[in-house]
T-cell receptor, first 112, second 113 residues
Framework: GNSVTQMEGPVTLSEEAFLTINCTYT??????LFWYVQYPGEGLQLLLK?????DKGSNKGFEATYRKETTSFHLEKGSVQVSDSAVYFC???????????FGSGTKLNVKP | DSGVTQTPKHLITATGQRVTLRCSPR?????VYWYQQSLDQGLQFLIQ???????AKGNILERFSAQQFPDLHSELNLSSLELGDSALYFC????????????FGPGTRLTVT
């Protein structure tokens, strides 16, 4: 079956620290992988995506690389800001199928 | 602003009642998705419509139903409401099928008392 596992939060970092949020997946076939971010009181926004193995998605200083051999799509950012405080969701969409499978979300708190 | 609109923003109702949530997709998007977000269950996919037809079903209860109209807006109907139905309900839209990212609306917060 299809599923996504994310590291449990909350993750608390100081401003300018390095961020890694782990995400691993189980899927049949070759899914597309996504990271979404949810700021307080808002809906989910697409942060980045990758559609095939070894693709790297990047946006706003965040990066994630689609690793088929380790079935992972870890989110990284070199220097976090207070404004990055939010909940981050890893998700997969199976090939040729519209349904998203979301991870449980990881809350990030960045302190000044 | 994702371009997806949802109304109402907040809804408070009593157990046993019925409510309708409305979603307008981004201009040009044919697919609409409904999700439920609760503290204990996380973000769960409920149902998808594409150009008026049901396309995929997730963890949607029999008390819940949805439809997509010719103008592509969608409604999610929740009936015989229970306390456990209290959650954020999100609508998302996408242009088409596999691999397309989804754009989420701001959500409707439903509180059942």
């Amino acid at each position: 079956g299809n599923s996504v596992t994310q590291m449990e939060g909350p993750v608390t970092l100081s401003e300018e620290a390095f961020l890694t949020i782990n995400c691993t997946y189980t899927a049949t076939g070759y899914p597309s992988l996504f990271w979404y971010v949810q700021y307080p009181g808002e809906g989910l926004q697409l942060l980045l995506k990758a559609t095939k193995a070894d693709d790297k998605g990047s946006n706003k200083g965040f990066e994630a690389t689609y690793r088929k051999e380790t079935t992972s799509f870890h989110l990284e950012k070199g220097s976090v800001q207070v404004s990055d405080s939010a909940v981050y969701f890893c998700a997969l969409m199976p090939y040729n199928f519209n349904k998203f499978y979301f991870g449980s979300g990881t809350k990030l708190n960045v302190k000044p | 602003d994702s371009g997806v609109t949802q109304t109402p923003k907040h809804l408070i109702t009593a157990t046993g009642q019925r409510v309708t949530l409305r979603c307008s997709p981004r201009s040009g998007d044919l697919s609409v998705y409904w999700y439920q977000q609760s503290l204990d269950q996380g973000l769960q996919f409920l149902i998808q419509y594409y150009n008026g037809e049901e396309r995929a079903k997730g963890n949607i209860l029999e008390r819940f139903s949805a439809q997509q109209f010719p103008d592509l807006h969608s409604e999610l109907n929740l009936s015989s409401l229970e306390l456990g139905d209290s959650a954020l309900y999100f609508c998302a839209s996408s242009v088409q099928g596999a691999g397309s990212e989804q754009y989420f609306g701001p959500g409707t917060r439903l509180t059942v008392t």
